[in-house]
């Protein structure tokens, strides 16, 4: 099994550009999220799907939205590029079964900049 | 906001030593949960403890949880240079999915 996996790993924008980071899970988890990671912080939620065709708000959705149309991807939209996106991106993964005692599995990381 | 706050923000310690980390937290929780990130890297389950349970070991690792006063502990015993990383605490707070992450401890082990 590959994991999570986050595509790109690196990618810099100008302020007002869109952009999807992708990303892929083959492990069958129903569970996915995406988190932002600024630094010296810890995580903070952004989106969250407990399956395909569900999603929901994190703590900090403003500027995202996400869609979830298969098991395997969760991909995350910037609609509008702003400089306080700029931050590290994590897509992780739930197993299936009682989610909130499984831990989770988090991808590589997007580290992300916005001019 | 963060429901998570670590405890100390840093720590730097010798090999061989322990090293422990604090976590609070401020809502009810299912469970609390560690998680490991080398510096630019993804984080990784270390271990996982419900609601319901005290204290749970795995390897070197020792977490404690009081749910009375809403705080956990992360000890690592016989520390190694390896060990230097960051260690985050997160909570899955009662009726939601919503996991909340601390801010972290950076750990420091001098070989």
């Known amino acids: 099994n590959a994991g999570v996996t986050q595509t790109p790993k690196f990618q810099v924008l100008k302020t007002g550009q869109s952009m999807t980071l992708q990303c892929a899970q083959d492990m069958n988890h129903e569970y996915m999220s995406w988190y932002r990671q600024d630094p010296g912080m810890g995580l903070r939620l952004i989106h969250y799907s407990v399956g395909a065709g569900i999603t929901d708000q994190g703590e900090v959705p403003n500027g995202y939205n996400v869609s979830r149309s298969t098991t395997e991807d969760f991909p995350l939209r910037l609609l509008s590029a702003a400089p306080s996106q700029t931050s590290v991106y994590f897509c992780a993964s739930r197993p299936p079964g009682t989610y909130l005692y499984n831990e989770q599995f988090f991808g590589p990381g997007t580290r992300l900049t916005v001019l | 906001s963060q429901q998570g706050e670590e405890d100390p923000q840093a720590l730097s310690i010798q090999e061989g030593e322990n090293a422990t980390m604090n976590c609070s937290y401020k809502?009810?929780?299912?469970?609390l949960q560690w998680y490991r990130q080398n510096s630019g890297r993804g984080l990784v389950h270390l271990i996982l403890?419900?609601?319901?349970?005290r204290e749970k070991h795995s390897g070197r690792l020792r977490v404690t949880l009081d749910t009375s006063k809403k705080s956990s502990s992360l000890l690592i015993t016989a520390s190694r240079a390896a060990d230097t990383a960051s260690y985050f605490c997160a909570t899955d707070p009662t009726g939601g999915f919503k996991t909340i992450f601390g801010a972290g401890t950076r750990l420091f082990v001098k070989a």
């Open positions: 403890i419900r609601s319901n349970e």
């Open positions: 809502t009810s929780i299912n469970n």
